[in-house]
């Protein structure tokens, strides 16, 4: 997958500030990893830590203003890129949660086209979720209110736009939504916001030599999902952090269109998972590396002793068998973790974090199944035979209810399985128990080639037999491109 080109000098050297001597072909600029190894990339720029937005407490109600808006960005030094931000010119703030509370979020659209925002991860009333039947019309304001219901969890927003989703979470309209709650701020968990509790949105775009990056995925991205040959967090490519703390937690959320990561240390260096989509895993998991699909989260602590600089990396040659070229993602250094010479020392993790009881299958009112289809030459695609139509309920489900959801697919591709409105469990991948990594609460699972997931569902809350919720791909070039479907609580 590497492509024809062969990396000189000259392009390593210009790669951090100017622009100029970047190498493009077909009037893209190539990103300087490609063709060396992740390794010898400079990391230049600091990484962006988006402003924490905590809303503003009015009759008990938090409330949050939002405005989508148009901007321009800049990727590279004197290269100016039109993108589109929440309060900002790309991405959104980092907006601070808490459990039980009454929450507003006054979303105003200035973008000059339709939108939605969509809170992906939460527990919310149908017509609050901002999914395609929430448009936000050009000009308007829409306040969705509920109660944050939801344990401590790095949550995220995204427009949702029937048909139109894929092209503005491109320009940036997407955002981190951490949630807290008593438990959580009472374990000894690194929580200082842009020291040694980091959030990381992870991207990739690629850009034209003008600096452009149009949202332009053809029949291969349509087919793979749209990844570009830059990596991006927080807006920023391949930035570093200064680290001045032995541990440092990461709080990673995959916002990109269609890629799926295979995150690792470039040192092999083991860490710590304490989160997953929904919330606190029930003891700290530790591996050294990670499978991060489109809409999923996962909360990382890193011990970054040692006195030397690393970098979080993704190796596609790390990807399950099944997956097609290790699903099309190039070799990413996305963030070099850079520890500083005296680090304070941190506390040990604590062994228990929260209750996380074995999933209870013993009381399935029923089992649904969903076949994820992929179109033939990047048609159109489904899910049980039908694309997705706006006027077509497809499942209904009962409240208090507990199913079973058997996921699969029907192609070469993998497709990570989101549903609204709920925290599942994983219960097994082709019969077996899922890992460490999946055993907590998820809302997104990456469903792999020839794979049955099965997911344990349950609505507790809300109904409204009218209006629905999604359940889709997350890779968005298959979800706009019919691969979603609707259901109603009732
Ligand atoms: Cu993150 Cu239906 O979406
Ligand atoms: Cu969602
Ligand atoms: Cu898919």
């Not at 390794?39 to 990484?47: C, G, Q, V, Y």
């Not at 040694?196 to 034209?208: A, G, K, M, W």
């Not at 850079?338 to 506390?347: D, G, I, Y």
């Not at 019969?431 to 569902?457: F, H, M, Q, W």
Request: glycine residues 12%; proline residues 7%; aromatic residues 8%.
């Amino acid at each position: 997958m590497r492509p024809p080109f062969k990396m000189t000098r000259r392009n390593i050297l210009m790669a951090g500030g100017a622009t100029l001597g970047l190498a493009a072909i077909g009037g893209y600029i190539l990103y300087p990893g490609q063709g060396m190894a992740a390794t010898d990339l400079a990391h230049i720029k600091p990484l962006a830590i988006p402003p924490q937005d905590t809303g503003n407490l009015v009759d008990n109600v938090r409330v949050f203003d939002l405005e989508l808006q148009k901007g321009t960005s800049t990727f590279f030094d004197g290269l100016e890129t039109d993108t589109m931000g929440i309060n900002g010119a790309y991405l959104g703030p980092v907006l601070r949660l808490r459990k039980g509370e009454e929450t507003r979020l006054n979303v105003t659209n200035s973008l000059g086209e339709a939108s939605t925002l969509h809170w992906h991860g939460f527990n919310l009333p149908a017509r609050m979720d901002g999914g395609p039947h929430q448009q936000i019309e050009d000009g308007e304001v829409w306040s969705p209110q509920f109660e944050i219901t939801d344990k401590a969890a790095t949550m995220w927003f995204h427009s949702h736009v029937f048909h139109g989703t894929a092209n503005q979470v491109w320009a940036g309209i997407a955002g981190m939504a951490i949630i807290d709650d008593a438990e959580s701020v009472a374990l000894d968990l690194p929580r200082d916001y842009g020291v040694d509790d980091i959030p990381v949105v992870l991207q990739d775009r690629s850009f034209q030599t003008s600096g452009q990056m149009p949202y332009d995925p053809g029949i291969g991205g349509r087919m793979m999902g749209m990844i570009g040959n830059f990596p991006l967090v927080n807006g920023v490519i391949s930035p570093y952090l200064d680290v001045r703390t032995s541990q440092v937690r990461l709080r990673l959320l995959n916002g990109s269109n269609g890629s799926i990561y295979q995150l690792e240390f470039s040192d092999g260096r083991a860490f710590s998972q304490i989160a997953s989509d929904g919330g606190l895993l029930g003891t700290p998991a530790e591996m050294n590396r990670l499978q991060l699909g489109p809409g999923e989260r996962a909360e990382l602590v890193v011990d970054v002793s040692g006195g030397k600089n690393f970098r979080l990396i993704n190796n596609p040659s790390a990807a399950p068998r099944g997956h097609m070229f290790g699903g099309g993602v190039p070799e990413f250094s996305f963030l070099e973790i850079r520890p500083s010479n005296r680090l304070t020392a941190a506390k040990p993790l604590p062994a228990k974090l929260t209750d996380m009881p074995v999933p209870d299958e013993s009381n399935v009112a029923r089992t649904r199944k969903f076949v994820l289809q992929m179109g033939m030459m990047g048609g159109e695609n489904s899910i049980n035979d039908l694309p997705m139509a706006l006027d077509v309920i497809n499942e209904v489900v009962k409240k208090g209810e507990t199913e079973i959801w058997e996921v699969s697919s029907n192609g070469m591709v993998a497709h990570p399985f989101h549903v609204h409105n709920t925290q599942y469990r994983v219960l097994s991948r082709n019969g077996r128990a899922p890992s460490p990594s999946e055993a907590g609460l998820k809302d997104t699972v990456v469903v792999n080639p020839n794979e049955v997931v099965r997911i344990l569902v349950r609505f507790d809350t809300y109904t409204d037999a009218e209006r629905p919720y999604m359940y889709h791909c997350h890779i968005l070039e298959h979800e706009d491109g019919g691969m979603m479907g609707q259901f109603t609580v009732v």
